[in-house]
């Protein structure tokens, strides 16, 4: 076995460059936002990867793009169908940004996306991970990306302690932006975009925060840590109970929920659809008709579902604290079309109130950026 690189030693990077582009040419796993030639893809993509799994944002991308397949149609949408068609994602910030960001480009900008990081800060919810994203990617800025994975393959790289201090930032940029293709030398003009992209894939699939992968590495002879490098826990995950109620009704031959409507000052998902919460105590001793976990960020929700069945149940729909101007009742076959929240879609989904059809993208063609 290869002993471990000198903790002195400097990186060479021109090495690194070719190690790294070698393995994420034979081993990137196909994404569908991959390849593409439409910065706005690249974009939507960026959007949605932020704190989501890609096996949750391959399935709605694909939706999003079906329902607004440019910036102009993301930018005439109603706000409502936007966080609809984002319902299931989470951090409905984003979709908020991303559509204010949309109507800018096309009021202020011609349509079309800026090329440069620096102009592309410019723009609602676009920040500095962001803005380097899409400039390199989509437009070949040789800027470097760094995200949670690409700082944890810098620091065991070079064995440098996690600190999340100005200092350990600055370092990790440092190492980041050393190792970055210069276009003037690359002759491939998207080397930066690669580049960014098989970091990140280095981290995502080898470079595993609890187990990496190293005899996989393809810089594993590079490396100053080779696993040893300590990785801080996690925060503590949190447990919730949430308590909510399902009551259906008919109308004529049409189904309808009950959905209370978050108000639009509420500091979390503001002008969402949620089934309405019930207090504790007033499902004491009930048996609830589902129950599930639902995670957000640090905290693990144990929700429970509650119908009223009959008339011992009838006080359920009383213990509902909410406003009665924010209850609506809502047809089940127009759900699709209403922003609701995640939990809400994923209740309403597992019990067969809503049924979602994600249409599947045809099989589109997707171009290699210009050698
Ligand atoms: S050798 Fe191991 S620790 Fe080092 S970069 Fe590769 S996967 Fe990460």
């Given at each position: 076995m290869l002993s471990p690189a000198p903790k002195n030693a400097p990186l060479d990077a021109a090495l690194f460059r070719r190690k790294l582009s070698t393995w994420y040419r034979a081993h990137a796993r196909v994404l569908?936002?991959?390849?593409?030639?439409?910065p706005y893809r690249t974009w939507l993509s960026e959007v949605m990867l932020q704190q989501t799994r890609v096996a949750a944002v391959i399935e709605h991308y694909q939706h999003f793009l079906r329902r607004f397949p440019t910036i102009l149609a993301l930018a005439l949408a109603p706000e409502a169908e936007v966080l609809a068609s984002w319902s299931g994602l989470g951090y409905y910030r984003r979709a908020r940004m991303l559509h204010k960001a949309a109507k800018f480009v096309t009021e202020e900008l011609g349509g079309a996306l800026p090329s440069t990081s620096v102009e592309l800060r410019t723009l609602p919810g676009i920040g500095e991970y962001t803005s380097a994203a899409i400039a390199s990617i989509a437009f070949g800025e040789s800027i470097a990306v760094v995200d949670g994975n690409v700082e944890r393959v810098l620091l065991r790289l070079t064995g440098r302690p996690e600190k999340r201090d100005a200092s350990g930032r600055a370092f990790v940029q440092q190492q980041a932006s050393a190792l970055v293709p210069n276009r003037r030398i690359s002759k491939r003009a998207n080397a930066a975009g690669d580049h960014n992209q098989a970091m990140m894939e280095l981290g995502a699939?080898?470079?595993?925060?609890?187990?990496?992968l190293c005899l996989n590495c393809p810089v594993y002879s590079m490396c100053r840590t080779r696993g040893e490098h300590l990785t801080p826990p996690r925060k503590v995950q949190l447990s919730r109970p949430a308590a909510y109620l399902l009551s259906l009704r008919k109308r004529g031959t049409n189904t309808e929920v009950l959905l209370q409507l978050r108000t639009e000052?509420?500091?979390?998902?503001?002008g969402m659809y949620e089934l309405p919460p019930l207090p504790q105590d007033s499902v004491q001793g009930r048996e609830p008709m589902l129950r599930l976990r639902h995670a957000i960020t640090n905290t693990n929700y144990y929700v429970q579902v509650y119908a009223p069945s009959g008339p011992q149940d009838r006080g359920l729909r009383r213990?509902?604290?909410?406003?009665?101007?924010?209850l609506h009742w809502i047809q089940t076959n127009r759900l699709a079309t209403r922003p609701l929240t995640g939990l809400t879609r994923k209740v309403l989904q597992r019990l067969g109130v809503m049924t979602v059809h994600l249409p599947k993208l045809p099989a589109t063609k997707t171009p290699s950026h210009p050698a």
């Amino acid at each position: 076995m290869l002993s471990p690189a000198p903790k002195n030693a400097p990186l060479d990077a021109a090495l690194f460059r070719r190690k790294l582009s070698t393995w994420y040419r034979a081993h990137a796993r196909v994404l569908p936002w991959r390849n593409v030639t439409d910065p706005y893809r690249t974009w939507l993509s960026e959007v949605m990867l932020q704190q989501t799994r890609v096996a949750a944002v391959i399935e709605h991308y694909q939706h999003f793009l079906r329902r607004f397949p440019t910036i102009l149609a993301l930018a005439l949408a109603p706000e409502a169908e936007v966080l609809a068609s984002w319902s299931g994602l989470g951090y409905y910030r984003r979709a908020r940004m991303l559509h204010k960001a949309a109507k800018f480009v096309t009021e202020e900008l011609g349509g079309a996306l800026p090329s440069t990081s620096v102009e592309l800060r410019t723009l609602p919810g676009i920040g500095e991970y962001t803005s380097a994203a899409i400039a390199s990617i989509a437009f070949g800025e040789s800027i470097a990306v760094v995200d949670g994975n690409v700082e944890r393959v810098l620091l065991r790289l070079t064995g440098r302690p996690e600190k999340r201090d100005a200092s350990g930032r600055a370092f990790v940029q440092q190492q980041a932006s050393a190792l970055v293709p210069n276009r003037r030398i690359s002759k491939r003009a998207n080397a930066a975009g690669d580049h960014n992209q098989a970091m990140m894939e280095l981290g995502a699939t080898i470079c595993l925060p609890k187990a990496p992968l190293c005899l996989n590495c393809p810089v594993y002879s590079m490396c100053r840590t080779r696993g040893e490098h300590l990785t801080p826990p996690r925060k503590v995950q949190l447990s919730r109970p949430a308590a909510y109620l399902l009551s259906l009704r008919k109308r004529g031959t049409n189904t309808e929920v009950l959905l209370q409507l978050r108000t639009e000052d509420a500091s979390l998902m503001p002008g969402m659809y949620e089934l309405p919460p019930l207090p504790q105590d007033s499902v004491q001793g009930r048996e609830p008709m589902l129950r599930l976990r639902h995670a957000i960020t640090n905290t693990n929700y144990y929700v429970q579902v509650y119908a009223p069945s009959g008339p011992q149940d009838r006080g359920l729909r009383r213990s509902v604290p909410a406003a009665k101007n924010d209850l609506h009742w809502i047809q089940t076959n127009r759900l699709a079309t209403r922003p609701l929240t995640g939990l809400t879609r994923k209740v309403l989904q597992r019990l067969g109130v809503m049924t979602v059809h994600l249409p599947k993208l045809p099989a589109t063609k997707t171009p290699s950026h210009p050698a």
